[in-house]
């Protein structure tokens, strides 16, 4: 599987791997590769030949189904607003965020409907007229 390169990469990992294990010293390195200096320096001190994560770490933001049945069962109790919510049960579920309090009511009313979809069973319509009263 090839790797996937960023636009501004100028190494490959196999060009990062002769560069760790080259002997010549990192200016000659440079000018062969057509690198910066500090770039080969940085590849030789690397453990790893691939690149680093670069961006934002990513929380979790997934609460598992109980910490869902609490949140609903709350909300369906006090009536409260999301942001008073939020601040009650923020030292009962930690990773608990805002969006997340935000998208859990939703996903029950979609479990629910779906559920009473399947779960039901359609009668015929009864037309009721004002003679048959």
Same mark, same amino acid.
């Given at each position: 599987? *090839?790797?996937?390169?960023?636009?501004?990469?100028?190494?490959?990992?196999?060009? %990062? *791997?002769?560069?760790?294990? &080259?002997?010549?010293? &990192?200016?000659?390195? $440079? /000018?062969?590769?057509?690198?910066? @200096?500090? +770039?080969?320096?940085?590849?030789?001190?690397?453990?790893?030949?691939?690149? *680093? %994560?670069?961006?934002?770490?990513?929380? /979790?933001?997934?609460?598992? =189904? &109980?910490?869902?049945?609490?949140? @609903?069962?709350?909300?369906?109790?006090?009536?409260?607003?999301?942001?008073?919510?939020?601040?009650?049960?923020?030292? +009962?579920? =930690?990773?608990?965020?805002? /969006? *997340?309090?935000?998208?859990? =009511?939703? &996903?029950?009313?979609?479990?629910?409907? /779906?559920?009473?979809?399947?779960?039901?069973? %359609?009668?015929? $319509?009864?037309?009721? +007229?004002?003679?048959?009263?």
């Amino acid at each position: 599987m *090839a790797s996937v390169l960023h636009g501004s990469a100028r190494t490959t990992p196999r060009i %990062r *791997a002769e560069l760790k294990a &080259a002997q010549a010293p &990192a200016r000659l390195l $440079a /000018s062969q590769y057509g690198l910066n @200096v500090k +770039t080969v320096l940085k590849w030789r001190n690397r453990a790893e030949t691939t690149d *680093a %994560r670069m961006g934002p770490e990513s929380k /979790s933001t997934i609460l598992t =189904p &109980a910490e869902e049945a609490i949140i @609903v069962e709350f909300r369906r109790r006090t009536l409260l607003p999301l942001d008073d919510v939020l601040g009650c049960l923020k030292d +009962t579920i =930690p990773n608990l965020s805002r /969006s *997340a309090l935000h998208r859990v =009511p939703k &996903a029950w009313r979609q479990w629910q409907s /779906s559920r009473r979809t399947i779960c039901t069973i %359609r009668l015929p $319509a009864l037309r009721w +007229t004002l003679d048959s009263m």
